[in-house]
């Protein structure tokens, strides 16, 4: 046991030299650090694609809610849909018919022979023609719709005529319609 311990006690400084803090000049050159790990493979998972059709008198239908607000439904044809992950969602719509709900009961309902529902952005955008109709009476037409959920506002473009209940009519390029207040302004020459 004596034997083993003055073995220990006598290479024990030799052992432990190579430990703590050594002078720049005693270290030479330092390595290199170890490679990064690679990163792992996360593999994406594949598109979801959807096809919904009308059968006889059964439409496809989409609701958008947000909360206890109803934003919109939605009832069309057909819908083509791709969704790739979440809020990716576009859907394609065969002559979807849409009433979009503001404040205070304030409704637009508009009609396309097609539209488009992109859930990144939160809007929805008609196009071929569309002809829309408010709950006091207006009419608008326009090449164009889309709407946009954030700012609760309607956006035409394309021959758009504005026609209010009491027969005034407005013509122009673009309109903008908050669908919160009913605020309406048309611009450019048609």
Not at 82 to 100: D, K, L, Q
Not at 146 to 163: A, F, L, M, N
Request: aromatic residues 8%; charged residues 20%; hydrophobic residues 35%.
């Amino acid at each position: 046991m004596t034997r083993s311990l003055f073995a220990v006690a006598a290479l024990g400084p030799a052992l432990f030299a190579g430990c703590g803090s050594h002078a720049a000049s005693d270290a030479g050159p330092s390595p290199s650090p170890p490679p990064p790990s690679p990163t792992p493979f996360v593999a994406s998972p594949p598109p979801v694609n959807f096809h919904g059709e009308r059968v006889g008198s059964r439409f496809v239908y989409a609701t958008k809610q947000d909360g206890a607000r109803k934003v919109y439904v939605l009832r069309a044809d057909t819908v083509n849909a791709v969704y790739t992950g979440a809020s990716t969602g576009r859907s394609n719509f065969t002559n979807p018919h849409v009433v979009f709900y503001g404040d205070a009961g304030k409704r637009l309902t508009a009609d396309a022979p097609a539209g488009t529902v992109v859930e990144k952005d939160k809007t929805v955008l008609m196009t071929g023609g569309v002809r829309a109709r408010a709950e006091d009476g207006m009419t608008l037409t326009s090449d164009t719709l889309r709407y946009d959920d954030e700012t609760q506002s309607v956006h035409g473009e394309g021959h758009v005529i504005v026609t209010f209940p009491e027969g005034e009519t407005l013509q122009g390029e673009t309109v903008d319609w908050n669908v919160r207040d009913g605020h309406i302004s048309v611009a450019g020459s048609y």
